[in-house]
């Protein structure tokens, strides 16, 4: 079964707002699971949008 994350436990781990949330699921680059009226998120599918991000290699302070 997978693991499913809250909007809100989404929100902490990756520390972005509510509005960046949902406008990542209109873009389509979250899926977005309904159960009632209750929306959860796969941890996998949050993993991979993280792991999707650009990384920064700058040099070091």
Do not use: H
């Not at 809100?8 to 389509?28: K, P």
């Amino acid at each position: 079964m997978a693991q499913l994350l809250t909007i809100n436990d989404f929100m902490e781990r990756y520390s972005i707002s509510r509005t960046q949330v949902y406008r990542l699921v209109n873009q389509g680059k979250i899926p977005l699971l309904k159960m009632g009226t209750a929306s959860r998120i796969r941890c996998t599918d949050a993993e991979a949008w993280a792991a999707s991000l650009p990384t920064y290699q700058g040099e070091a302070a």
